[in-house]
T-cell receptor, first 113, second 107 residues
Framework: GEEVAQTPKHLVRGEGQKAKLYCAPI?????VFWYQQVLKNEFKFLIS????????ETGMPKERFSAKCLPNSPCSLEIQATKLEDSAVYFC???????????FGPGTRLTVT | KNEVEQSPQNLTAQEGEFITINCSYS?????LHWLQQHPGGGIVSLFM???GKKKHGRLIATINIQEKHSSLHITASHPRDSAVYIC?????????FGAGTILRVKS
C-alpha cells in the first residue's frame, strides 16, 4: 500500500494483560521503526527492522516487549504483562532505505487500566 | 541536557506572520527531520535535510551542520498551520526527537 497502516486504532488492556499491535509498512520499504509517544510530545525510539532482521533494538524494554517483522505478514509489537506506564501512542514508520525519509502510520493508542 | 533542544516550546502567532522554530542538537547526525503532528495525532514528514536549505510551499527548512542548528520557517502563516512541530535527528541507527513546538496561529 501507499500508506503505513496500523491496527488497531485503540486498544484497552487491564494491567498485566497482553497487548499486540500491528504495522503494515509501505510496499517496497525495507525499514520499519517503532516509536512510543508517552506524553503529548515525547517520542521514544523502541526498535527498527531491516526487512525481517532486527536493525537496532536499543530502545526496547526487553523484559516485556518483543517485536517481529516476518515475510508476507504485518510487523508486530507485543507487550506481555502490560503496566500502567505502557499507556501511550505507538507509532510505526517505514522507509525505503536507511537514508530515506520515514513515513509514519496513524498510531495505536494503548490504554492500560 | 537533551540531545535535541527545540525553541520556543509554545508559539502563538497572528495570521500572516512569519514564524521561526529553532532546533539545536549535540550529537553527530546523518540527517535532520522536521515533522508536523496535527491536533488529531497524525504525523507528517515535512523535510529531511542533511545540508543547506529546502523549500516546500510556504515552508522553508535550513540546517547548519557546523553549528549543529536547524530552523523551520513558515511564511504567511495560516490557522491551518496550527500543530506541533517536531525536530528529530537521525543518528547512526535511529531518530532522536526534540520535545516539539506547539504552534497556534490565530485568525
Amino acid at each position: 500500500g501507499e500508506e503505513v497502516a496500523q491496527t488497531p486504532k485503540h486498544l484497552v488492556r487491564g494491567e498485566g494483560q497482553k497487548a499486540k499491535l500491528y504495522c503494515a509498512p509501505i510496499k517496497g520499504h525495507s525499514y520499519v521503526f517503532w516509536y512510543q509517544q508517552v506524553l503529548k510530545n515525547e517520542f521514544k525510539f523502541l526498535i527498527s527492522f531491516q526487512n525481517e532482521n532486527v536493525f537496532d533494538e536499543t530502545g526496547m524494554p526487553k523484559e516485556r516487549f518483543s517485536a517481529k517483522c516476518l515475510p508476507n505478514s504485518p510487523c508486530s509489537l507485543e507487550i506481555q504483562a502490560t503496566k500502567l506506564e505502557d499507556s501511550a501512542v505507538y507509532f510505526c514508520a517505514s522507509s525505503r532505505d536507511r537514508s530515506y525519509e520515514q513515513y509514519f502510520g496513524p498510531g495505536t493508542r494503548l490504554t492500560v487500566t | 541536557k537533551n540531545e535535541v533542544e527545540q525553541s520556543p516550546q509554545n508559539l502563538t502567532a497572528q495570521e500572516g506572520e512569519f514564524i521561526t522554530i529553532n532546533c539545536s542538537y549535540s550529537v553527530g547526525i546523518s540527517a535532520l527531520h522536521w515533522l508536523q503532528q496535527h491536533p488529531g495525532g497524525g504525523i507528517v514528514s515535512l523535510f529531511m535535510l542533511s545540508s543547506g536549505k529546502k523549500k516546500h510551499g510556504r515552508l522553508i527548512a535550513t540546517i547548519n551542520i557546523q553549528e549543529k542548528h536547524s530552523s523551520l520557517h513558515i511564511t504567511a502563516s495560516h490557522p491551518r498551520d496550527s500543530a506541533v512541530y517536531i525536530c528529530a535527528v537521525d543518528g547512526l541507527r535511529k531518530l532522536v526527537f526534540g520535545a516539539g513546538t506547539i504552534l497556534r496561529v490565530k485568525s
